[in-house]
């Protein structure tokens, strides 16, 4: 499976820069699921969950309150307007 080069940045700033195997985001249209080869791709995000499946790292989720998402060729780059880690060990 191929690598995605992924920018996740908050309008204040950049959030988390990687390589990872998805990305997975919810569009206004519904949820988008990002792989390697995916086809160009603009979209603007409704508040949800991001979860990013790092390579070589435990994938992890934010939550964002809006922005876009945009993807080409393998450069899949989130910018939201507020982003909020989710820790799943806490409890």
């Not at 309008?11 to 995916?38: C, E, M, N, Y």
């Not at 309150?65 to 820790?87: F, K, M, Q, R, W």
């Amino acid at each position: 499976m191929g690598e995605l080069s992924v920018d996740l940045v908050a309008t204040d700033r950049k959030f988390w820069s990687g390589t990872a195997r998805s990305v997975s985001a919810p569009s206004v249209d519904g949820q988008i699921g990002i792989l390697s080869g995916h086809t160009p791709l603009l979209a603007v995000l409704r508040p949800g969950t991001v979860r990013i499946t790092a390579t070589g790292a435990a994938p992890f989720e934010v939550h964002v309150t809006g922005g876009y998402v945009s993807v080409d060729d393998n450069l899949v780059t989130v910018v939201a307007d507020e982003i909020t880690p989710l820790d799943s060990t806490e409890g």
